[in-house]
């Protein structure tokens, strides 16, 4: 199957929106952080994303993305095809043209298994992936993770109380 890190890469990036989303706007430094995915990639996927109005930005301070739409209705498919990800199974990438400029012998077999593939990614909500315990789980641990890495940077000053910095 072919499903490159553009595709995989924005269904990370949409779920961890989603896992976040509760508490206000979600930085893409904070989705970069706990993905590792860099905040580049990210800028790329989210300005399509946005594009395709399965995303809004929040400016400001305390900015960022937040989903467009409540996570039962966008699907894992919604966001592959936003990011001009196909997927494909074929050889020909849906083409017809996998032996010699013509249709192979396996053609129709691989493109119906891409055609049940899109089809099973249609039926599957950002909402449906958000509420499994497995998801969650992993989540947690990213978030722990996080906070973790946070607490061990910068100054001996952030980890004093208040009343012993003045």
Known sequence: MKLTTKGRYAVT?????????QTGPVSLADIS??????????EQ???KLR???????????GGGYRLSRAGNQIFVAQIIDAVDEKVDVTRCLGSGNCQDGET????DLWQD???QL??????????????RAEIRKVADRQDKYQSERGR??????DRLPLSEIN
Do not use: W
Request: with cysteine; glycine share 4%; charged share 15%.
């Open 13 to 21: 990036a949409m779920l961890d929106l989603a896992l976040h989303a």
């Open 33 to 42: 952080e706990r993905q590792g995915i860099s905040i580049s990639y990210l």
């Open 45 to 47: 996927l989210f300005s």
């Open 51 to 61: 594009k395709n109005d399965l995303v809004s930005s929040v400016r400001g301070p």
């Open 104 to 107: 192979c012998l396996t053609h």
């Open 113 to 115: 298994l891409s055609d």
């Open 118 to 131: 899109h089809n099973f990614l249609s039926q599957i909500s950002v909402q449906s992936l958000v509420e």
């Open 152 to 157: 061990n940077k910068g100054h001996d000053a």
